[in-house]
């Protein structure tokens, strides 16, 4: 099942009325995104209300040659809105997607509040579009990780069964946030300089070090990042058994994650079926080049739509394992991109409900 943000999709999508579309979180990192992927990707939209915290209420923004004011959150804010970004953290959603779905609104959720609710469909739409029937006015997007990683899986999940997944992650620090992001720059200026390393927003500091993702410690020794990506990915590759080992880390990267992930198949899989796999999958590109020893890194992909995938090879020992790296901008297709392509997807098939 392939989907293309193609030129006919456009289409269909200009044949709707414009749509009222709120963005919940719109001065974040992934709400910035947002706001400039509606403009690039020409998203239909006749008004666009932007909502942040008390403390950015009353701030201008300019999109699209327009000055838009940031507002507050309250009941209100949603009246007439088409569709709503939410894109402001678990909390907020818990407490404010059911109030817009009240008001008529769809709202596609960045957060994790509803993503294994088995009445929210989780969409990464070149994998699973057709889950997106099911909605009821809450569609999920998945942990910027886990699509990062379902976008390889799922096109060879459709050649092959995939019975087991061990990766490492290497995430950058905008994945905790614009402010995480602000404070690695701050102490990797203050560690050349020899200064303080204090952390305020991540538990530690991020400069020239490196530390397991910062998410709550689970009692069965793994973080609830490594759980997401577990649970989201089984429910997005409809398969309940499949076995995933996820090991999250925190590396002093600006932006883009990064994964190394070993494939059991249950059968033999040549690595020119592989590629020839990959290749033709939208969202995939190949960076490989053995001999001069070059693989995707993450500035192959800051503020690309595609993810970078290489360094293909099989497992020593098992003809059925193969070993891959890839990269991906996760505030990108990780978040905001993904969250538009679902909303797309939503006008392309009329499923606003
Ligand atoms: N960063 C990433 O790579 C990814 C993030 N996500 C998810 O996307 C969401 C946003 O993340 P990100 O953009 O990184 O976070 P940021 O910390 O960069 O931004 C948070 C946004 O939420 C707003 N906000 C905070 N409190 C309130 C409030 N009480 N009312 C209204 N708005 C509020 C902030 O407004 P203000 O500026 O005024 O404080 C800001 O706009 C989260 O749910 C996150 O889990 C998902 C995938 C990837
Ligand atoms: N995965 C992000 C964190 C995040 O925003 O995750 P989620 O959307 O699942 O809460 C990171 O790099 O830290």
Not at 312 to 333: H, M, S
Request: neutral net charge; charged residues 15%.
């Amino acid at each position: 099942m392939s989907y293309s943000p193609s030129p006919i999709l456009s289409c269909c999508i200009l044949a709707y009325r414009p749509l009222k579309v709120a963005i919940v979180g719109a001065t974040g990192s992934v709400g910035q995104e947002l706001l400039k992927l509606l403009s690039t990707r020409k998203f239909p939209i006749r008004e666009l209300i932007l909502i942040a915290s008390p403390s950015s209420v009353g701030q201008v923004v300019q999109w699209n040659n327009q000055k838009i004011i940031i507002q507050a959150l309250n009941e209100a804010v949603f009246n007439n809105v088409d569709v709503v970004f939410m894109s402001a953290g678990s909390g907020i959603s818990f407490r404010w997607t059911p109030i817009a779905v009240a008001s008529g609104a769809i709202v596609i959720d960045n957060s994790s509040a509803f993503r294994l609710d088995p009445t929210v469909p989780l969409v990464v739409p070149e994998v699973n579009p057709q889950a997106i029937a099911y909605h009821q006015g809450i569609l999920a997007n998945p942990n910027c990780t886990t699509i990062l990683l379902t976008l390889v899986l799922g096109p060879l999940q459709s050649r092959g069964e995939i019975n087991k997944i061990v990766l490492s992650t290497y995430q950058s620090a905008s994945g905790a946030g614009t402010l995480a992001m602000q404070e690695l720059q701050s102490l990797s200026r203050n560690f050349l300089d020899g200064t303080e390393l204090s952390s305020h927003v991540l538990p530690y500091s991020l400069a020239f070090n490196l530390f397991l993702h910062n998410s709550s410690m689970q009692s069965n020794g793994y973080c609830e990042e490594e759980m997401k990506m577990v649970n989201e990915t089984r429910k997005i590759l409809s398969s309940s058994s499949l076995s995933v080992s996820a090991n999250c880390v925190r590396v002093p990267i600006l932006r883009a994650h990064s994964e190394a992930v070993n494939i059991t198949f249950n059968n033999p899989m040549s690595l020119d079926e592989v590629r020839a796999i990959l290749t033709s999958s939208t969202g995939i590109e190949i960076i490989e080049d053995f001999d001069g020893n070059r693989f995707p890194m993450p500035t192959d992909v800051n503020g690309r739509d595609s993810i970078a995938v290489g360094r293909l090879r099989k497992g020593l020992n098992d003809d059925n394992n193969l070993e891959l790296w890839l990269c991906g901008d996760q505030i990108r297709k990780g978040a905001a991109l993904n969250a538009i392509q679902i909303a797309e997807l939503l006008l392309s098939r009329d499923l606003r409900k």
